[in-house]
T-cell receptor, first 116, second 115 residues
Framework: DTGVSQNPRHKITKRGQNVTFRCDPISEHNRLYWYRQTLGQGPEFLTYFQNEAQLEKSRLLSDRFSAERPKGSFSTLEIQRTEQGDSAMYLC??????????????FGNGTRLTVT | AQSVTQLGSHVSVSEGALVLLRCNYSSSVPPYLFWYVQYPNQGLQLLLKYTTGATLVKGINGFEAEFKKSETSFHLTKPSAHMSDAAEYFCAVTEGHSSASKIIFGSGTRLSIRP
């Protein structure tokens, strides 16, 4: 169990640029989640996958955000035409499917995005 | 939709004192409930969870939480605070019991420990 890995750890970009983050979940974990966390707030749900299928996407997520999990293993989160309001910590988590949806989430250390 | 309320964004206690962090949820169906902890510069990690069965749940580092259906609460307690308990604590719930339910989080409570 090597844990959930997120890359990069930090990303600084200029407004209007596109950014892509990667998440490698714990192997054999079927579920993969993306959350966004801003200072002083709890993780805000963005989207999640069961294997390669994207099961739900938050209504808060604009069309500039897209996530993929093409082979049911790693996932990418892309933000197009970044805005300053996108500055946040982006968290990835994974969980096994076998125990149903009461399985705890295993979080990565996050990718901190700063949009200037 | 499910929601989670954590009363008190910041709680400060003396070392050795009782820790009480409050969490209330809104649901007509008892959800699955979790507490996560986030230490400075680290990722969130599970402290404890309630699914079914015994309503008093014990977690790591001496923490425990009690599910009270009548009060829709899942407060986190620890009898004696330690300096190493200083962290951000998040209560989380699932939206229902279906396999497609997602997990949503409260806004968090920062716990400070005074020497």
């Amino acid at each position: 169990d090597t844990g959930v890995s997120q890359n990069p750890r930090h990303k600084i970009t200029k407004r209007g640029q596109n950014v892509t983050f990667r998440c490698d979940p714990i192997s054999e974990h079927n579920r993969l989640y993306w959350y966004r966390q801003t200072l002083g707030q709890g993780p805000e749900f963005l989207t999640y996958f069961q294997n390669e299928a994207q099961l739900e996407k938050s209504r808060l997520l604009s069309d500039r955000f897209s996530a993929e999990r093409p082979k049911g293993s790693f996932s990418t989160l892309e933000i197009q035409r970044t805005e300053q309001g996108d500055s946040a910590m982006y968290l990835c988590a994974s969980s096994p499917l076998g125990q149903g949806n009461n399985s705890p989430l295993h979080f990565g250390n996050g990718t901190r995005l700063t949009v200037t | 939709a499910q929601s989670v309320t954590q009363l008190g964004s910041h709680v400060s206690v003396s070392e050795g004192a009782l820790v009480l962090l409050r969490c209330n949820y809104s649901s007509s169906v008892p959800p699955y409930l979790f507490w996560y902890v986030q230490y400075p510069n680290q990722g969130l990690q599970l402290l404890l969870k309630y699914t079914t069965g015994a309503t008093l749940v014990k977690g790591i580092n001496g923490f425990e939480a009690e599910f009270k259906k009548s009060e829709t609460s899942f407060h986190l307690t620890k009898p004696s605070a330690h300096m190493s308990d200083a962290a951000e604590y998040f209560c989380a719930v699932t939206e229902g019991h279906s396999s497609a339910s997602k997990i949503i989080f409260g806004s968090g409570t920062r716990l400070s420990i005074r020497p």
